[in-house]
């Protein structure tokens, strides 16, 4: 059994934890030395460099649709932050700098999120999914990734989209952001919008340099070690030249790991570790 940590002995100690966090978290960022992203645009960037979308409502979760519902309405709050921001040469992206006081007028509703490796409720909920959106978006750039993290579990079949598996990003105020770098010479905007059942992520750029970038898996792995069934798979990118076709480079961006929270589909392959 893992050892309980003390704001779980003590839960009138979370609030000053969490104080605690978000000022370290912060003031970091303040002297860090880097040049955060904060401006937005009056007129979109000429060149759409990457576009997608996703569905907003999941319902595969097991949880009231309700907590989808406000999951959309947290991320309108979150989007309206984000939405139209440029990231220029030199510049890191954080989505905590920008998203920070989001909820500052209105507060975000309750949807669902994990706490303590449990799948519950609670305000802000399901915000992970922008925070999946841009890194998506991110992989199609040739912007550095300079902090990601994965999903320790999946706790439910992920909605139809035209991402491959392991390019999501959560996030946690105070613990886990995600941040990007320009080392380019290119300026990049967001551009975020709703419709009635999608979120719809575009990348604009000042400059057309002719490539454009696909993002694919390796072949997954299931095991089974200690009881507990995980799925490990390589994330990969490729830069192919736009007049030809050609790829000219694909390279491993990571490995990502994660532990399945629901039945995998009959006849899936196990491999047996530990």
């Given at each position: ?20 966090r ?30 997608t ?12 649709m ?6 959309v309405?947290?991320?309108k ?29 209105i ?54 989209s ?23 010479k ?44 995980y ?11 736009a ?10 961006l990571?490995?990502n ?18």
């Open positions: 059994m893992p050892r309980k940590r003390i704001t779980q002995i003590f839960p009138w100690l979370l609030p000053l934890r969490i104080r605690q978000l000022f370290c978290f912060y003031t970091k960022m303040y002297l860090d030395g880097n040049q955060y992203s904060e401006v937005k645009s009056e007129t979109p960037l000429p060149y759409q460099l990457f576009k979308s996703c569905p907003l409502y999941n319902r595969e979760t097991g949880f009231d309700v907590y989808q519902k406000n999951k309405f947290n991320l709050l979150a989007a309206a932050t984000l939405d139209r921001v440029v990231i220029e040469p030199n510049e890191t992206f954080s989505f905590w700098k920008l998203v920070r006081y989001a909820d500052k007028v507060p975000y509703k309750d949807g669902l999120t994990v706490i303590d490796g449990k799948l519950t409720t609670a305000p802000g909920g399901g915000i992970c999914q922008m925070s999946n959106l841009l890194f998506w978006m991110f992989l199609h750039t040739p912007l550095t990734i300079v902090e990601r993290h994965g999903h320790n579990v999946k706790d439910f079949p992920e909605p139809p035209d991402a491959p598996m392991g390019v999501d990003a959560t996030v946690s105020e105070g613990w886990l952001d995600l941040k990007v770098k320009n080392d380019t290119m300026s990049f905007e967001i551009r975020i919008a709703f419709d009635e059942n999608y979120i719809i992520g575009r990348l604009l750029t000042d400059q057309n340099n002719g490539r454009f970038y696909e993002v694919v898996n390796g072949k997954p792995l299931y095991y089974r070690k200690n009881n507990k069934i799925e490990e798979v390589d994330v990969k990118q490729k830069t192919i030249l007049p030809t076709g050609d790829c000219v480079s694909e390279r491993l990571y490995r790991k994660c532990e399945i929270g629901y039945p995998l589909p009959d006849g899936t392959d196990l491999a047996q570790k530990g």
